[in-house]
């Protein structure tokens, strides 16, 4: 039923094309970075590209970045009290999402820790961002082994288009308050940016009436530094610094994790280089440095002892990169690079003993863009690269593209790609320490890796069709693919201690600790003379099948209708825990409508609905929710300008809880946006 329209569309296709020049199916295409690393139309991508514009994080109304994603096909977006807000894509999320590379402005941002993104320590806000560009499958063809399950990347607005300055305001319900402000400036050879925000949001409240019992309000300041210096028309040098810090106040009604505060402290610099050497060729070096503290403790009383729980980390991670894309003539054109990334964490919670665990990874990659005959076009890509935790990988991917008509192609892809392990996945020794008067001892082991697993792999294929209708104002994206994942990495329950030859189930699970001499739990039961622990392994195959469809209409009297469904299934092979299999909704939908009125005025409603599924591990069961969102806005000066005053309704249809049905409560909000430039 998903797809049952398009035959129709596809024959639409060719008649329309006899009907219209080509110019007009081809006008206002947005070149896309991301499927490739080679600028291209989306007819050409290798690969499903979602591109969020400036107008639609505009009418979305959405205030953080994660939320946006909540457009794409696929993908689950939720927040949770205890961790940074989730993305993923068709299933197989936790707390600390790991399958899915994330860039800014190029830039890798995904923690090589325990994975995932710290999306509200960002050092940008929306109003900074141009667009969002989404490749929603496998990449690793061209961003290496964390390219698993798709490619995010963030592009900010380009300082040479924001001279002038920007106040934004924001209040409203649930603590929500929000001021930023942006100057810009340059001339002849040098443009510059600077934004700098303070915001305070309480996430979820403290319900435990309800049995939502994890409450967090955070605190955020932000500063975002981007200059761009042209000492001649063919070269660029590019530096964007970036800072953000701030505090979360974190409350439970619960003995097992009393309310405490986390300090967080992150610093990002990029500095890049171009030069233009011909017609679409160009050379570029970059270099990023990325900086990550969170201090985060508190203690606990068992009996006459008190034991303190510090969760403190570091994180930093340095990358050079070169790349060189080459124009041979009008049909041909590729991209080759090289790299290497040092990454560094320390932890005396969750890599206990082990100082400062260090890697460094290498990668080389290229592309290639043949268009070999008048319709037909192939792409072929590989990415070779050592990770500090696995073999030599080798990541290669084909597609071609048959162009139907001007403005609708066929694409049908495949390939294969690896995920490498975690720093935590592969040396977690996740441990709590406490003094009984006699020395340090070991109090409690909840992680324990023994051993790195192997990369997890997958082999993928795809068949899409984007397309084109200019008289109907209509864009369709759509596909189906398959994914067969092996090695899959996940958590297993292991034994930590055994104290007795007790016979229950309990003596079936390995043994996942060494003996340890200062081990002497503060939780004893004299019942089980085991502490269960838990280790990561390569526990099987998964196997995950489905489809998304994109409409994108625009009519000039109804507005700009945006609507995105996807349908997955997984299947999990006899080894794989078969929670796996519910880890991603059957269905899920979002609709963003937008029309511009009269008198300057312009209003969106969102609509989002997504099935039942279960996150993973940290998470729980996510019950299915409708969701509404409302935003109207008026112009405050002449056409063109940026200024209005907006009032936008979040959930406002009804309250519902995401990541875990038993703890975190999404309620409804409202806030009012003031903004005005100069």
């Not at 068709?90 to 325990?114: A, C, K, Q, T, Y």
């Not at 560094?344 to 890697?359: D, E, I, M, R």
């Not at 409708?626 to 000066?637: N, Q, S």
Request: charged share 25%.
């Amino acid at each position: 039923r998903l797809f049952l329209p398009l035959a129709l569309l596809a024959g639409a296709a060719w008649s329309e094309a006899r009907g219209a020049s080509e110019a007009e199916f081809l006008a206002d295409f947005p070149l896309v970075l991301t499927a490739s690393r080679i600028a291209q139309s989306p007819l050409d991508a290798p690969a499903p590209v979602t591109v969020i514009d400036w107008e639609t994080i505009q009418a979305s109304g959405f205030t953080e970045i994660h939320d946006l994603f909540r457009l794409v096909p696929g993908f689950q977006v939720a927040d949770w009290g205890k961790g940074s807000p989730v993305v993923t894509n068709h299933g197989l999320g936790d707390g600390f999402p790991r399958r899915m590379e994330v860039l800014l402005n190029g830039r890798s941002i995904l923690s090589p820790f325990r994975g995932g993104v710290d999306w509200q320590d960002l050092p940008i806000r929306v109003t900074d961002i141009e667009r969002i560009e989404v490749v929603r499958g496998p990449n690793q063809a061209v961003y290496g082994a964390n390219a698993f399950q798709g490619v995010i990347n963030i592009v900010t607005r380009e300082p040479s288009v924001d001279h002038g300055g920007e106040v934004l305001l924001r209040a409203g319900q649930t603590d929500i308050g929000e001021t930023y402000a942006r100057l810009g400036g340059g001339g002849a050879k040098m443009d510059w940016r600077l934004s700098a925000s303070s915001r305070q949001a309480t996430n979820f409240r403290d319900l435990a009436t309800t049995g939502h019992v994890w409450g967090e309000r955070i605190e955020r300041q932000t500063l975002s530094a981007l200059g761009s210096y042209h000492p001649d028309v063919d070269t660029e040098w590019r530096v964007h610094l970036g800072l953000a810090q701030g505090e979360d106040g974190l409350s439970a009604a619960t003995d097992s994790a009393p309310g405490h505060q986390r300090a967080i402290d992150s610093r990002y610099l990029q500095v890049a280089w171009r030069q233009a050497y011909g017609t679409g060729s160009e050379r570029s070096l970059q270099y990023y440095h990325f900086a990550r503290e969170e201090e985060q403790g508190y203690t606990l009383s068992v009996g006459a002892l008190t034991v303190p729980y510090d969760l403190s980390s570091r994180l930093r991670r340095d990358a050079l990169e070169f790349q060189n894309n080459h124009v041979w003539s009008d049909v041909l054109r590729g991209v080759w690079g090289l790299g290497v990334r040092h990454d560094q964490v320390s932890s005396p919670n969750y890599l206990y003993g082990l100082g400062t665990v260090k890697g460094t990874e290498w990668h080389a990659f290229g592309n290639l863009d043949w268009l070999f005959a008048p319709r037909w076009r192939l792409n072929a890509g590989a990415m070779l690269e050592r990770h500090y935790y696995s073999d030599t990988l080798f990541s290669p991917r084909l597609a071609v593209n048959f162009a139907m008509a001007p403005s609708h192609t066929l694409r049908v892809s495949a390939g294969k790609g690896y995920r490498a392990p975690t720093i935590f996945e592969a040396s977690s020794h996740e441990v709590v320490v406490y003094d009984d008067g006699s020395g340090t001892k070991i109090g409690n082991v909840e992680r324990w890796s023994d051993q790195a697993p192997d990369a997890e792999q997958v082999r993928f294929a795809e068949i899409g069709w984007f397309g084109r209708y200019a008289s109907l104002g209509l864009q369709v994206d759509t596909r189906l693919f398959i994914e067969k994942y092996d090695g899959y990495i996940d958590q297993e329950t292991c034994i930590a201690r055994d104290d007795s030859a007790g016979q229950d189930f309990w003596t079936n699970l390995p043994h996942c600790v060494p003996s340890l001499p200062n081990y002497v739990p503060v939780y004893t039961n004299p019942t089980k003379p085991y502490d269960k622990a838990f280790r990561y392994i390569n526990s099987g195959d998964l196997e995950v099948r489905g489809g998304d469809i994109t409409f994108d209409w625009r009519h000039r009297d109804y507005g700009r209708f945006l609507l995105s469904q996807a349908a997955t299934t997984i299947h999990a092979g006899p080894n794989t825990d078969r929670d796996a299999e519910d880890s991603a909704p059957l269905h899920s939908t979002s609709l963003l409508w937008s029309k511009g009125w009269a008198w300057g005025i312009q209003s969106s409603i969102g609509w989002y609905r997504v099935g039942r599924f279960l996150w993973l591990n940290d998470g729980d069961v996510q019950s299915a929710y409708r969701r509404w969102d409302l935003r109207v806005a008026k112009r405050l000066g002449k056409r063109g300008s940026g200024d209005e005053l907006a009032l936008t309704l979040q959930n406002f249809n009804d309250e519902h809880a995401e990541f875990d049905d038993r703890k975190y409560l999404v309620e409804r909000r409202a806030f009012v946006t003031l903004r005005l430039s100069w």
